[in-house]
């Protein structure tokens, strides 16, 4: 019976890259809102880990380059979307920075939960390896 | 890891802040600045913003994360710097050693409570960047502690 990394680590390992993909996001989003025209940006987090997790399934092909063709079929890659503003200002930039600051630390939060799961993952595998 | 380019996307949004402090800066120092010329007098700076996008920034390893033709942004970069074209204060002063043969001086076109909420506006985008700055820097000294107990 052997291990593997991906049955023993689970959704946690891709978990960690998706938030970490979008506090890049976010963080574009703050460093941009006093950018005239600027509109802020989000990605769906349950289809980005839906990827994640076919592609590490073996599902479709791996994109090299980015003029190749996505034929990953319905799961796709995640959708870089827009936010609706609440407020929107005159100068045509939808970045709330309060918002995004929350949503940034949110993400911050969220990305340590999933490290937890994942640091926990590696202390039970260890565990077992000592057999203690 | 595209946690390291968060660092780059604060670290633009805080040199552009710094800048526009700069222009800010500059604008109230010189707010009282008269000149017998129109041509001579110093006139308002601004910064003009605008994103980056990843594509130009690195165009061989432009990341696959996202759908073709959605780039992600990559920071925000200062375009340039553009003088107000607002009209010049003219204020009769004919005992100023620049008035004219009018006895007219021209002041700059800054209005300082204007420069002044650009300078609160500036310094707490700055912050936010700051702060973004050190989420991202936990975060990655959290990922260095994985599998350590």
Redesign the interface.
Known sequence: MAITFDKALGIHEHA??AR??R???L??N???????G?KA?D?DFQSMLKQATEASQGEGMA??????M?VSGSG?????LYRTPHQPSLDGNTVD?QQE?TR??RN?MD??AS?EF??SK??GLSKAIKGE | MSLGNIFDIAGSGMTAQQLRLNTTASNIANAETASSSVDQTYRARKPVFAAIQQQLLNPDQSSGHFRFGQEQGTGVTVEGIVESQEELQMRYEPHHPAANEEGYVFYPNVNVVEEMADMMSSSRSFQMNVDVMNAAKTMMQRVLTLGQQ
């Open positions: 960690l890259a970490s993909q506090a890049q996001v963080a574009n703050l460093a941009n809102a006093d950018t005239p600027y940006r990605v994109r090299t380059h980015p003029s190749h996505d796709g890659s995640p959708e870089l920075a600051q940034f630390m911050a990305f340590q490290f994942l640091s590696f202390s």
